[in-house]
Each structure stands twice: as structure tokens, then as C-alpha cells.
């Protein structure tokens, strides 16, 4: 499978707990966004990377949510002291670069948070 | 701010029938907007995109849109609906922002249900 892929699938956590999301994008694309989704909304930008370098943050990413692409390739979004209002789907989605002309962004399946 | 509407929350339709999932964006500058389908506990699937040329675009599984400049529109449609089509829809508008970087700005969704 050459999709988006994220792990885990689902993660439940108590309140004040750290966690941690891994995204694997299509390995030929080097562009790689992170959305929020709460339930009966449209997923919400929190951050990009182009290659290993994080160019836009949301303002919805608070202080205790950090992104990494340290090569370029996978990325990992870790929340710290989580709280009840951090319990949503986070999706990762990848692009390739914008001069092949295609703009649309690849899904994974999402991480669903639960913190309780 | 690029925003986009999805006015109906749910569309109801009986299968073989046509069906409408209607869209209205704005934006500043050419639009670039796009369609996705999310089946239950599944990230988002990209079904067709108008970046520019001819208004109606035609996507995966049958599904096509019409771009209307004039109307601000971008409705989804379907000659013939599936029961297999019942899942949630979701119009999105590419976001250039300050720095120039593709992310999506997306509707609340749009819930279809295709009854035999």
C-alpha cells in the first residue's frame, strides 16, 4: 500500500497525559499537512511541512502541541498535558510539490484521540 | 478569508435517482476547490478538483461538478446514486495564506444517505 498511513489508529489517554502521532506520507511527495477533526465538523489546518522545514502553524496549535519532519520524510505530532478538548480525529495528509500541477492532498486514516 | 458552505447539512435520495450535494465558496483571487468523500472511521478520499478550463469536472466513481463562477458555486453530482455512495462530503478551497502554502479550508460536510 503506497498510501498516507498513520499510527496508531486510535489512542486513549487520561487527562494531562503526553501523546504521540506518527504519519507516514506517500514517499515521493515532500509536502505534509496536519488537520484536526471534531465530530460533525470539516477537518481544520493545524501545520505544514515542505520537506523537513515547518512553514505555517495554525493558530489552533497551541503551545502544547509540537510537529516534527526531522528528515523530510515521516512526521510525528506529540500533544503534551492533554486535555479533554484535544479529544478529536488528526489527520495527516501529503502532496507533491505544487509544479507537477497537482494540488489535491492524500489522507490517511486519521488518529483518534480520547482523552478522558 | 477563503471560506466555504455546505448549506444542507444531509441529502436524502433514493437509489438510481440523481443526486445534488450542493457548495458555494468564496474567495479572493481564482478559486481553487476540491471534493472529498469520508466513510466511517476512514480519512477523507479526494473525488475531483477545478483548478481551471472547463466548468464541469469529472472525478472518480461517476461523481462530477460543476463549477459556476457567477453563482460562486461548485455543487457535487451524480446521474444515478448508489447506496454504496452514503457517506459524508466535504467541499474545500485551497487557502494560499500569507506564506503562499496549500493548505485547505473545508466545509462542515454534508451527509449523504441513498436509500434502496
Known amino acids: 500500500d503506497t498510501g498516507v498511513s498513520q499510527n496508531p489508529r486510535h489512542k486513549i489517554t487520561k487527562r494531562g497525559q503526553n501523546v504521540t502521532f506518527r504519519c507516514d506520507p506517500i514517499?515521493?511527495?515532500?509536502?505534509l499537512y496536519w488537520y484536526r477533526q471534531t465530530l460533525g465538523q470539516g477537518p481544520e489546518f493545524l501545520t505544514y511541512?515542505?520537506?523537513?522545514?515547518?512553514?505555517?502553524k495554525s493558530r489552533l496549535l497551541s503551545d502544547r502541541f509540537s510537529a516534527e519532519r526531522p528528515k523530510g520524510s515521516f512526521s510525528t505530532l506529540e500533544i503534551q498535558r492533554t486535555e479533554q478538548g484535544d479529544s478529536a480525529m488528526y489527520l495527516c495528509?501529503?502532496?507533491?510539490?505544487?509544479?507537477?500541477?497537482?494540488?489535491?492532498?492524500?489522507f490517511g486514516p486519521g488518529t483518534r484521540l480520547t482523552v478522558t | 478569508a477563503q471560506s466555504v458552505a455546505q448549506p444542507e447539512d444531509q441529502v436524502n435520495v433514493a437509489e438510481g435517482n440523481p443526486l445534488t450535494v450542493k457548495c458555494t465558496y468564496s474567495?479572493?483571487?481564482?478559486?481553487?476547490l476540491f471534493w472529498y468523500v469520508q466513510y466511517p472511521n476512514r480519512g477523507l478520499q479526494f473525488l475531483l478538483k477545478?483548478?481551471?478550463?472547463?466548468?464541469l469536472v469529472k472525478g472518480s466513481y461517476g461523481f462530477e461538478a460543476e463549477f459556476n463562477k457567477s453563482q460562486t458555486s461548485f455543487h457535487l453530482k451524480k446521474p444515478s446514486a448508489l447506496v454504496s455512495d452514503s457517506a459524508l462530503y466535504f467541499c474545500?478551497?485551497?487557502?494560499?495564506?500569507?506564506?503562499?502554502?496549500?493548505?485547505?479550508?473545508f466545509g462542515a460536510g454534508t451527509r449523504l444517505a441513498v436509500h434502496p
Open positions: 511541512f515542505q520537506n523537513e522545514a515547518q512553514l505555517e
Open positions: 477545478y483548478i481551471t478550463g472547463d466548468n
Open positions: 495528509a501529503s502532496s507533491p510539490h505544487s509544479g507537477t500541477g497537482d494540488y489535491e492532498q492524500y
Open positions: 474545500a478551497v485551497r487557502d494560499m495564506g500569507s506564506g503562499g502554502y496549500n493548505k485547505l479550508i
Open positions: 514517499s515521493e511527495h515532500n509536502r
Open positions: 474567495v479572493s483571487g481564482n478559486p481553487y
